[in-house]
């Protein structure tokens, strides 16, 4: 089995489930990520070790990854907020593969999403990140509104960078850009990710992670595959991502995405029609349509199969 | 005022009230058309003279016409599915600019769509292009399944060529290429427009009709503009495109299509913020919520204005 030419992490089961407005309960959690563990996806968040009474939907971290089963080749992330949540994780060690852990590239947004300054965070998550590398983990960091930020507007790639090499210096083997508002545009993100490849090097993996808040998600996958990204974030169903403002879409669906690429005929190792049956089960839970588009219209049939 | 970098015609007036399972009223259709005619765009497709007991949404186009206030620069559009209905439009001549005419590239979707071989579409068409623009009518004309067929499947370019050079010789002095279920991927048309220019040369416009069937709407649009397509049609509101399956989407919002461009520092001559008044006022007088991003996100903030 060959390595896939793109490759996608699931993040429905931590972004998505966070985001309901209801807590789903942990057994649907759970037939949810079993059924997304065999649609071929070799990346999987599956949940966050936050405080149950700030995300209250997450606080059945524990059971759900003593519970799901998941087969051998899929790399299982935990979201990972601070050292807190890292030692509650590794109470779980046995259990998962990666973790991931984020900050923002403003000051602003940072301090409205954890409440410290950024270089606070960085002080946090670089012993975040040693502490889990000497676990054995593999580490992802995510940097938010790296395209844009909310509050603040416009930000300076430089201090994207600098975060990234602080990052990669305490350990993250990779690092994800979050456009967590919908910022980004095609001709920005072409310019961002080359210039990320030169200025970080080839020793870390870099991650898109884009969101559909202005319909321009895929558009900005295709720019980024332009500059040679090759590993991008998705919700199945189009589920979560923070949706700002009220009714905004989110992450990209995990369907529209590899829809898109296999008509490119870029391999990801994900079964397509497998993908949609879980997000179709997540709609027949969650009791409402979700937004993913593939979901609706099905697969692209070239009646030449 | 120079020319925008991309050319837009907004085709909801006609693709999306046609769509529309409940008649909208005539006033409401010369509300909405005079506010688009307001956006500051250049080209709007408002009705299609066509028998009313087979598409009685858009029974009343002499109505329409007569009643529009359009402001000078904008050449209004109007669909023509056969001589009949050029005769009909020409009843009213002083009141457009241009016509549309189409056909399909497959047999059988140019069957189902209007009960023709494509040899008879092609041969009806050559006589209406030839009266119209003997009329001094600007001549478009759209090839629908250019990039698939869900009949047929593949689609041979050869054949998408044939039929644009018949067209062509025939009077057409736009080309359009319609996706008419969203077959299309990023990486086919990229290489289908480059092909195109070299094919059909540069004395005629090409235009990209592309629908977000599976979300990948705008990733189309990215791809086309890389081979230099500059010409563009969508809906505002997303409304219309003809929903295959049933509660699919259809044409790109032009919302969508308009943040993205202006965002990628191209300019289009639409003012956003108007278009996306014109899509909410659609939303009030259909009373449903439509699919547009833009619409619920509003334009990107830099908060550097």
Known sequence: MSAPAVRIREVGPRDGFQNEPEILPTAAK???IDLLARTGVRRLEVTSFVRADVIP??????EVLQRI???????LTVLIPNERG????LEHRDRFQEVNCFLSASEAH???NVNRTVEESLTGLERVLGRARGAGLRCEAIISVAFGCPYEGRVPRERVWAIARRLIAAGAQEVGFGDTTGMAN???VRGFFDEARTVLGDGVELTAHFHNTRGQGLANVVAALEANCRSFESSFGELGGCPVPAGATGNIATEDLV???HEMGLTTGIDLPAGIAAARRAQE???RRLGSHTLVAGPVDWRDA
């Not at 939907?57 to 524990?62: E, F, H, R, T, V």
């Not at 890292?86 to 994780?89: I, K, M, S």
Request: no cysteine; net charge negative; proline share 9%.
């Open 30 to 32: 759970v037939e949810l």
């Open 57 to 62: 939907q997450l606080a059945d971290a524990a």
């Open 69 to 75: 089963d998941v087969p051998p080749g899929v790399a």
């Open 86 to 89: 890292l030692d509650a994780a």
């Open 110 to 112: 940072n301090a409205a």
């Open 186 to 188: 095609p001709a920005q």
């Open 259 to 261: 829809s898109m690429l």
């Open 285 to 287: 839970l969650l009791g």
